[in-house]
């Protein structure tokens, strides 16, 4: 049976159950049509304490242009719009909408293909002057945000209403005014159109408010224009079907999701208000998401930085993604006598080489992350001497990280909550996470420790909630509170998630490290697992099996064939944008580092990146510093992680690197890694 669920950002979440699974699953990273929930359900916030944690700001919040009342809206699509000094460039795909004097500016991005990039950056095309002098974000719901344009007074000029997946730009006006335009509207076959960028637009809604001269609208209060870029290959009648759609706005949107045994869905339902409501309106259909139920995709198509997107009418865009087990073990019970001595004695030398764990929360977690591993191992193994010893070590260092009171007396290994932000941050800082940057990876490695050895021990299960939970909540809330928002980082529309808190680029905000996303997401499921919510893990397997399809979809496994990508010149993008997606990474230009950095931790969950052997293999090609036969190709950043990388490859492509793996230098297994896992990854897989 499925299990269905509906959210709002901002009312909540609820869960049923239905006997209407998702449908059959399509090509890895991509969706197939799938029936959705009808229902709307709204349900509790996650049942935490953030009072149980010193109350504490580890660094001051930018400026916001937000409303009184909103969770600061951090690790969001939209995030630039709000902190900062000035409100930067956002991404809702299609479009790129950027806040200019006076006004806002918007248009769809040209995209411009190098070797190492595929940019599509803001270039204002349409831009609309009513005198504005500052904005501030009112409102803000699943994927549409709502703006409104203050006069130096601070009282509101309008509203624009931005909406991820829509290539409808609307202003509401508040006031009687004059609305400059900076391209001028004519009409053309009984529309209002104009060329901006190489391309049309039309707008609807002004056809008695527009100046004789086609550059400026007399709106009065309460009246409403919205723009739209006709499509590329538009058939006939498309445009009059897009301009009907178009009329009717996006009044909010909503989510729901699905889990079943072989597939998960998405389903976002955009709301229409006025006289026609749940009529549907203009939607894009994103790579990922494959054929998407209740969604007409006929209408032509865009070309953005994320591939080719299908232009639909629908009122509801649902989608699966293929179903990703959650994995806190690898199995080599199976593997024969010769191999499990040979397992056995790296384990032991392993253990008895472990240094003291960092105190940060992203070294500090991975550290957790992979004594959890090696406990896994010498317990498969039957190593009491190793097990006994390292199982009470990881307890009590669990434990004193989920101490409540740790940053009473200590500045490291604990956490505070920032009541300011609303949001839990640990006390040693590490790559900005006291900026809200990166949670997600940080607190998926103390979450998947916590749920592999709390498995099976309530008592440290129970011990460890309290604030294990908190992390959870911080990262993925089910639902809104005034504690915490609702899916902090998670993009339900794009399928993956955001890393940066305040988002500070022109380029919108970004993520690099998707396979730690895909991580986080398993280590939530594991925990929810071990401390008996039955509710959080419905929604782990989820947002797990979502960013996995998303991972490999723009990541790892991206169409190559897609002419909107023509002349990318590489198998990876290594760090996807909001307006772009680099062949890069914030830390190293190496080429393994480029492929390393969307694998790591290959955790037991990590065969999610397999499907595809000789994809596997061209992206290895393009990583290494020679041939994929050459023991000493391998010796590059992140070896360890591309040898586990190449199993999923086939049974001979691992046995293959289980022979470099024996002799890989010892500065050449990753920090969140050991030999011993290493060694058993490839020796189950070549066993297969």
């Known amino acids: 049976m499925a299990v269905l669920a509906t959210a709002t950002l901002v009312a909540g979440c609820g869960l049923f159950e239905s006997d209407a699974a998702p449908g059959p699953t399509g090509a890895p990273g991509a969706g197939s049509s799938v029936g959705h929930p009808a229902a709307d359900l709204t349900g509790a916030a996650p049942d935490v304490d953030p009072s149980i944690l010193p109350q504490e700001s580890v660094a001051p919040m930018p400026a916001a242009r937000l409303a009184d009342g909103l969770v600061p809206p951090t690790n969001r699509w939209f995030s630039g719009l709000v902190f900062g000094d000035e409100p930067l460039p956002v991404f809702p795909v299609p479009l790129a909408f950027g806040v200019t004097d006076g006004g806002f500016a918007f248009g769809l991005p040209d995209v411009e ?25 009112t409102a803000y719901d699943t994927t549409s945000v709502t703006l409104d344009l203050l006069d ?43 060329e901006a960028g190489g391309r049309e637009y039309v707008l609807v809604g002004a056809e008695d408010a527009l100046s004789d001269d086609g550059r400026s609208l007399d709106l009065s209060a309460g009246d409403s224009v ?42 976002i339902t955009y709301e229409t208000g006025g006289d026609a409501p749940g009529s549907g309106t203009v939607v894009v259909r994103l790579p990922h998401q494959g054929e998407s139920d209740g969604a007409t995709c006929d209408l032509g198509t865009y070309a953005t930085v994320r591939g080719t997107v299908d232009v639909c009418t629908a009122s509801t865009l649902a989608w699966t993604s ?124 103390f979450l998947y420790a916590a749920g592999a050895v709390a498995a099976g021990d309530p008592a440290l299960a129970a011990d460890l909630a309290p604030v294990l939970d908190l992390l959870a909540a911080d990262v993925a809330a089910g639902a809104s509170s005034g504690d915490f928002p609702a899916l902090r980082v998670f993009d339900a529309y794009a399928g993956h998630s955001w890393a940066s808190g305040y988002a500070p680029f022109a380029d919108g905000n970004n993520q690099e490290s998707a396979s730690e996303a ?123 992680q591309l040898l586990m990388y190449a199993a999923l490859a086939g ?38």
Not at 244 to 249: I, L, N, Q
Not at 604 to 633: C, F, I, Q, T
């Open 152 to 194: 130096g007074g601070g009282t509101a000029l309008g509203t624009v209403t931005l909406v991820e997946g829509s290539p409808v730009l609307r202003y509401t006006a508040a006031t009687d005014q004059s609305a400059a335009l900076a391209v001028a509207f004519d009409a053309v076959d009984g529309l209002l159109a104009a």
């Open 113 to 137: 293909i190098t070797e190492q990039s595929i940019l599509g950056p803001f270039v204002p095309q349409v831009g609309v002057d009513v005198g504005a002098a500052t904005v501030v974000v």
């Open 322 to 445: 293929p179903a990703v087990e959650p994995a806190g073990a690898l199995d080599v019970t199976g593997l024969g006598e010769e191999e499990k001595t040979e397992l056995a004695d790296q384990v032991r030398a392993d253990a008895s080489a472990l240094e003291p764990r960092p105190s940060d929360t992203y070294f500090g977690g991975k550290a957790l992350a992979r004594d959890a591993n090696l406990l896994s191992l010498a317990e498969q193994l039957g190593l009491d001497d190793v097990a006994t010893p390292l199982r009470e070590d990881l307890a009590a260092a669990l434990r004193e990280w989920a101490g409540p009171a740790g940053c009473e007396e200590s500045d490291a290994r604990c956490f505070v909550y920032d009541p300011e932000v609303r949001s839990v941050v640990g006390r040693t800082p590490s790559f900005g996470s006291d900026e809200l940057n990166d949670h997600h990876f940080h607190y998926g490695y």
């Open 518 to 640: 895909v991580s986080a997401w398993n280590g939530l499921a594991l925990w929810a697992q071990a401390s008996g919510d039955a509710t959080l893990e419905t929604q782990a397997r989820w947002l797990l099996s979502a960013e996995a399809a998303s991972a490999r979809a723009y990541w790892t496994d991206f169409d190559r064939d897609d002419p909107a990508l023509d002349g990318f010149g590489h198998t990876v993008t290594s760090l996807v944008w909001g307006g772009k997606r680099d062949w890069a990474t914030w830390f190293s230009a190496e080429p393994s580092a480029m492929l390393g950095i969307l694998v790591l931790p290959m955790q037991p969950v990590a065969g999610y990146l397999a499907g595809d052997p000789e994809r596997v293999r061209a992206n290895l090609d393009e990583a290494l510093g020679g041939p994929r036969d050459d023991p000493a190709s391998w010796d590059v950043m992140f070896g360890d």
């Open 226 to 267: 919205a723009w739209f870029p006709v499509p590329d290959d538009a058939p006939d009648g498309a445009v009059a079907t897009l301009a009907e759609a178009a009329a009717h706005p996006v009044t909010g949107t909503t989510l729901a999701y699905g889990v079943a045994d072989d597939a998960v869905t998405t389903a």
């Open 651 to 688: 049974p001979d492509d691992a046995a293959a690197a289980l022979d470099v793996a024996r002799a890989l230098p010892d500065e050449r297994v990753d920090d969140g890694n050991t030999r011993s896992y290493l060694l058993a990854w490839l020796l189950v897989h070549a066993t297969a």
